[in-house]
C-alpha cells in the first residue's frame, strides 16, 4: 500500500469556509473611482494574469484592474486602495474551526504539511498573521511561482519544499482551478473537500472532469491516516462521493 509522507491543502474554501467578497470591495472600487460592478468584473478578467505575479507588483496589477474598469486613480489613491485590499480580503476570510486542530493532527501522525494556493499579491501578506501559519512546512503561492494550478510545477515546489515525491503526497481541496485533476496526474492521491458550506462558492476553472473520491470535512483527512497500520493507506473508494455546486468566479 502507498505510505504518505505529506499533505498538501487548497487554502481558500478548504482551510477557509467558502469566500465571497464583503461590502469592503465596493468602497474600495469607489476609492479608485471604479463603478463597483465595472472594478468586479476587471478584478474577475484580470485574475489569472494577477495570480501568476505578470504584473510584478501589487500596484502594478490594481492599476490594470483600474484601467479595465476605465479609472486611472491616482497615486497616493492607488497606495491607499492597496492597503484596503489587504484588510478586505484578510475579513473575507474565515478559517475553518477544525483547520487548526486538523493540521497540528496531521503533523503528530508525521506527516509534512503545505498549502497551495492560486492567489494575487495579498494571501502571502496575510496567511502567515493566520494561526495556521505554524502549523505549514510550506506555502507555495500561485503569484511567486508564476503558475497556476493544473500546472505541475506548482506542486513540485511543494513536493520539492518538503522533501517528498508527488506519490508521496495526498492532495485535498474544493475542487477549482483543476486541482484535483492536476494533483492526480502528477501521481498524487486527491481527495476533494465536499463541505456543505460550498454550495454557491465562487471559484475559477472549477474542476469538472474530477469524479473521484471525496470527504465531507476536514475531520475526516485524520482518519485516512489512523484508520490503516504505519506506512499503509485505506482505500480512497471507501469515501463517500459527494458533487458540490460551483459558480464563477473566486474572490480576487
Known amino acids: 500500500m502507498r ?7 487548497d487554502f481558500f474554501g478548504t482551510l477557509t469556509r467558502a469566500v465571497r467578497r464583503g461590502p469592503d470591495h465596493a468602497r474600495i472600487a469607489r476609492l479608485l473611482g471604479c463603478e463597483p460592478d465595472r472594478f468586479v468584473a476587471a478584478l474577475d478578467a484580470s485574475f489569472a494574469l494577477r495570480a501568476t505575479g505578470h ?6 496589477a490594481l492599476r490594470h484592474v483600474c484601467a479595465l474598469a476605465g479609472a486611472r486613480p491616482g497615486a497616493d489613491r492607488l497606495r491607499d486602495a492597496l492597503a484596503s485590499r489587504v484588510a478586505a480580503i484578510r475579513r473575507d476570510t474565515e478559517l475553518r474551526p477544525e483547520s487548526v486542530p486538523v493540521l497540528a493532527r496531521l503533523r503528530a501522525l508525521g506527516m509534512r504539511t503545505a498549502v497551495v494556493s492560486d492567489c494575487c499579491y495579498e494571501l502571502p501578506s496575510i496567511l502567515p498573521t493566520l494561526p495556521v501559519a505554524p502549523l505549514l512546512d510550506a506555502r507555495v503561492y ?11 510545477a ?3 515546489a511543494a513536493c520539492a519544499r518538503l522533501g517528498v515525491a508527488p ?10 482551478s483543476r486541482e484535483l485533476t492536476g494533483a492526480a496526474a502528477l501521481g498524487m492521491t486527491a481527495v476533494r473537500l465536499a463541505a456543505p458550506d460550498l454550495t454557491g462558492h465562487l471559484v475559477f ?3 469538472d472532469a474530477w469524479s473521484g473520491p471525496a470527504i465531507g470535512s476536514l475531520l475526516d483527512l485524520p482518519t485516512l491516516f489512523e484508520a490503516v497500520p504505519a506506512g499503509g493507506v485505506p482505500p480512497m473508494a471507501a469515501h463517500r462521493y459527494t458533487t458540490v455546486e460551483y459558480r464563477q468566479p473566486l474572490v480576487g
Request: glycine share 12%; aromatic share 10%; hydrophobic share 40%.
Open 154 to 156: 506548482i506542486y513540485l
Open 142 to 152: 500561485s503569484v511567486r511561482e508564476g503558475v497556476c494550478k493544473p500546472e505541475p
Open 205 to 207: 476553472d472549477r474542476d
Open 55 to 60: 504584473f510584478g507588483s501589487a500596484a502594478a
Open 167 to 176: 506519490a508521496e503526497c495526498l492532495y485535498v481541496g474544493d475542487g477549482g
Open 3 to 9: 505510505a504518505f509522507r505529506a499533505v498538501l491543502l
